[in-house]
């Protein structure tokens, strides 16, 4: 069993035992990031990120994981500085052929969905889909499984809540997907009309998952393990005026909706946590044992070393 | 016989042996991006890339050579997020008398003409020009003889077509540049007023090349083992109406352009393949044996690594 | 004595034997940089350069020394690329909490003042100020003291010329606080309304420095051993006419206002020397022994290489 050559574009293809490979390797590397060392595994190659949107923390998290690995990073993190953005219209196809020629490996985030797919079809070296629009975010995926088998020493038998835009949110439709190889119990909290899509929710239910669904967070919040949610992206909107509408029937985390959480509960969220208007997890929060957010973080380091180290074959 | 130490400001330059040592260098160099690996050559190097025009593959292209080679890299790629763009206007020479501080080796991409001599000028360490303006991108020319060299295991003796603006583009002049050293017969394709410019022409002319300029790339293709091409740059033109009515007499490649093309010829472009109009070389080609833009680009990846290291004075 | 795990946010904070401990680090780890070598002192450890305002120098030369030193780079150049810079505004202190996460140092530049102690606060692994606003800049106080050591071969003793805007230019804020632990001379030229701000200048007071005041650098440009100067920010001023006017009785620095300056005189300046309107210092004051300021670059990575070390704790 081996993920090497593979590429990561949808958690919809990944089988239980590749999300375990992946956990048991995140598990033996995590020393190396904890202990803030490097090793030499990765020494040999060289990964592109290619950020054709904004990011943060998946683009330095793969760095990071990179760096950790020993290996070498090039890439762009503006599409406007590279020919890829400019008024030439160079194809995605087109960029993909050439990176491809410079990188052992691919990380690419995109504002439309499905370029992952193209660019894993045209790309001779592995392609990790690091976001593409409103579809999916694998690693982001990959790493909160790894966060809950840590912090809550398994994933089977719990029980989940995913809350917010469970339609638009790519976070949503990757966790969704991993989890739906898992035995747990899903708790759907979200506004009118904004359910997992249906491929996701057949997938869900054709896997014998026992689902339920509210629309206050409060009426669930003393059944549930762990609670995933996530901020709105004002970009999956038509107007503003939809978005802030939305944004007002949208479950917020406070002090108060945590007022009746099961002890030992742990929020994740794929930050950032605020969403142009508000904070949409209460930095009060922060100082609960609820709180996993940053620590997950962590986890996505290791989780995104596991991934690179095993699609790379690294010998182990 | 060493380039250490040498700038790369044009092929104008560089004599047979200069290039011959590049070819032999990249050879043996070749293997190294082939199998993905990396090595230590300059792993006591820092290279700075100072990009003040946007660059996909020529960036890419250096910094993945660099990692190759165990070396380290440093740079900007958008001069907005440097002083050298910022409203101090802080000028050329300054900013070259800075970074030469801080890397053993200068790359640089300017809108400019001659800006590359003026850096090579100031710096203590070698510059390497990486397109300055419609003047010269002397690596590509070098990449694109080793292209030819490893395809079609020699450059004496073949004919070469070079279709497009000759004027403005400053690939066709390295590249020009490069060949006037070698026996080969040059067939220049291209519309009114678009010929090479006098000095290059004079030099092909003094070194005794055999030449026939025609306007319908249809009349020659029979007769190339190399069509080397490459896309207008709407940058060379002083309005829009210009640039389109340039265009529309402009060259491009596609399966009814190549009908009559001999067996075993090959097609170079520098890449981009988009103008913001169209594609100059139609996607449909891709698929005949004659496309070779894509391979270039790994070629590429190699001919920089035998320039670095060369420059550098890397013992092989 | 160690400056292990040491935040560098203020040279208000560091004492004389902080500074010699920096000084004597980059007098043992110059011949690294000086003979462009690279060494594996730090090639566990991982930086951090999270740059919201523009910068060449001073990131270029982090960048640098940490690869002189054998660590990794991860980081931005535009705030814009990140989502520490997009619509979503992220705080602060989440943006610190996460990278926090993927690096074992932080060098943060930040258009506001304070915000490098912001950060501090909240990270875990230790946060250097690479400039925040018109408060400080203590990295390139630490240059500057080195350079003038390795130069003059000692600073007691000497009388040092602070030449411009000393209410809002960072650089003489920490240069002012580094040479405080000295016994020195300070000679204060400025515009009406641009001495130093109150708690700097206390604290020269307090430590006993003799001090002067004059309006223009000829009146004492003969006394001088060094003459630190640097640039007017037009950010620093609520309009354009303001600065202009500022500008006009700024003291420029050219061959003329240099006529009486004692031999062996050093200029220091932090670069740009631009400042949107003319030179601040004179191109033609380049060609005299005066000129210190590029040289000042090179001492700027070794000084950076020093403090990287120390504060990441390498064994030397």
Redesign the interface.
């Known amino acids: 069993m081996s993920l090497k050559g593979r590429d990561v574009i949808s958690l919809g293809d990944f089988a239980r035992k590749d999300i375990d490979l992946v956990l048991r390797t995140a598990r033996k590397l995590e020393p190396i990031a904890a202990k803030?060392?490097?090793t030499t595994l990765l020494?040999?190659?060289?990964l592109?990120t290619l950020?054709f949107e904004?990011?943060?923390?998946t683009r330095?998290?793969f760095?990071?994981a990179m760096?950790?690995l020993g290996g070498?990073?090039?890439?762009?993190?503006?599409p406007?500085?590279?020919?890829?953005?400019?008024?030439?219209?160079?194809?995605l196809?087109?960029?993909i052929?050439?990176?491809n020629?410079?990188?052992?490996l691919i990380v690419m985030r995109n504002f439309i969905e499905g370029t992952a797919m193209t660019a894993a079809k045209v790309a001779d070296v592995p392609v990790i889909n690091a976001g593409d629009g409103s579809n999916e975010h694998p690693t982001q995926g990959l790493l909160d499984l790894y966060t809950i088998s840590r912090e809550k020493k398994k994933i089977d038998g719990l029980t989940i809540g995913l809350v917010g835009d469970l339609r638009n949110e790519r976070t949503f439709h990757s966790m969704a997907y991993g989890l739906s190889n898992f035995d747990v119990e899903l708790v759907f909290v979200h506004p009118p009309d904004a359910s997992l899509p249906d491929p996701i929710a057949k997938r869900i239910s054709d896997n014998g998952l026992s689902t339920t669904t509210v629309s206050k967070l409060e009426d669930v919040i003393g059944r549930l393990d762990v609670l995933y949610t996530d901020?709105t992206r004002?970009e999956a909107f038509k107007d503003a005026g939809e978005y802030e509408k939305f944004h007002a029937a949208y479950p917020h985390i406070n002090i108060k909706t945590l007022e009746n959480a099961k002890e030992g509960m742990i929020i994740l969220h794929p930050?950032?946590?605020?969403?142009?208007i508000d904070f949409h997890v209460d930095?009060a929060v922060d100082e609960t044992p609820y709180a996993l957010y940053?620590k997950e973080?962590?986890y996505?380091?290791v989780t995104r070393m596991a991934i690179l180290s095993l699609v790379l074959g690294a010998k182990m």
Chains 1, 2, 3 share one sequence.
């Open positions: 803030h060392r490097r020494k040999d190659k060289i592109a950020f904004p990011s943060t923390r330095l998290s760095e990071a760096q950790r070498g990073v090039i890439g762009f993190a503006d406007k500085t590279s020919r890829a953005g400019d008024w030439r219209g160079e194809t196809e087109d960029t052929k050439v990176v020629q410079y990188a052992d901020t004002k930050l950032p946590r605020t969403d142009g930095p940053f973080v962590f996505g380091v």
